[in-house]
């Protein structure tokens, strides 16, 4: 059974930084391309970021570049997301993802997500 | 950047049929997925590419894409079926993941 299991969250100050974790199992990590997805609280889903199968082969959403920072570990079958310079606005649900069906397919497979609330 | 539009929110009796919309310049050139969220729970996949179902999402969710709209259709209404719902494709040209701004569907 495939399972995406979110983990990093919490109250974190403006301008501090985070690290969310991803822990995946029920298949081939290194197979498979993922995702973060963010949604505010009463708001829609929001695209983060993805890394392909190439760890190298990354891309972020404008609103966060330069700000946010995709890995994977496919040793231990985890992928991260580094936040910093976190603002109010950055608090959100965040999801982890991963792609199904081919590269750049549907996100078939989500988390239960990781809550990140920035507050002073 | 690419952008899918959808209405806030649809209305539906159970048992009719709902339409959800997602336009987009374009999108019938592109490969749709729609994704279902109840409140408090994460996102599930509905339809991929256009007009496929995973295994367990019931006959009753179809999809269609052509010209600059793709609609997501719920035929035979459940009060189970209030949920939101988001249209999402792969900008090729931005290679960004993108989604629509969601419906909330209602179900009278």
């Known amino acids: 059974e495939v399972q995406l299991v979110e983990s990093g969250g919490g109250l974190v100050k403006p301008g501090g930084s985070l690290r969310l974790s991803c822990a995946a199992s029920?298949?081939?990590?290194?197979?498979?391309?993922f995702h973060w997805v963010r949604q505010a609280p009463g708001k829609g889903l929001e695209w983060v970021s993805s890394?392909?199968?190439?760890?190298?082969?990354?891309d972020y959403a404008d609103s966060l570049k330069g700000r946010v920072t995709i890995s994977r570990d496919n040793t231990n079958n985890l992928v991260y997301l580094q936040l910093n310079s976190l603002r109010a606005e950055d608090t959100a649900m965040y999801y982890c993802?991963?792609?199904?069906?081919?590269?750049?397919?549907?996100?078939?497979?989500w988390g239960q997500g990781s809550l990140v609330t920035v507050s002073s | 950047s690419y952008v899918l539009t959808q209405p806030p929110s649809v209305s539906v009796a159970p048992g009719k049929t709902a339409s959800i919309p997602c336009g987009g310049v374009?999108?019938?050139?592109?490969?749709v997925h729609w994704y279902q969220e109840r409140p408090g729970q994460a996102p599930i996949l509905v339809i991929f590419?256009?007009?496929d179902r995973p295994a367990g999402i019931p006959e009753r969710f179809s999809g269609s894409n052509s010209g600059n709209t793709a609609t997501l259709t719920i035929s035979r209404v459940e009060a189970g079926d209030e949920a939101d719902y988001y249209c999402?494709?792969?900008?090729?040209?931005?290679?960004?993941?993108?989604f629509g701004g969601g419906t909330k569907l209602t179900v009278l």
């Open positions: 993802a991963r792609e199904s069906g081919g590269s750049r397919g549907p996100l078939g497979y």
């Open positions: 029920g298949f081939t990590f290194s197979n498979y391309n």
């Open positions: 890394i392909r199968t190439d760890p190298k082969n990354v």
């Open positions: 374009n999108v019938g050139t592109k490969s």
């Open positions: 590419y256009d007009s």
């Open positions: 999402q494709v792969w900008d090729r040209s931005s290679n960004h993941v993108v």
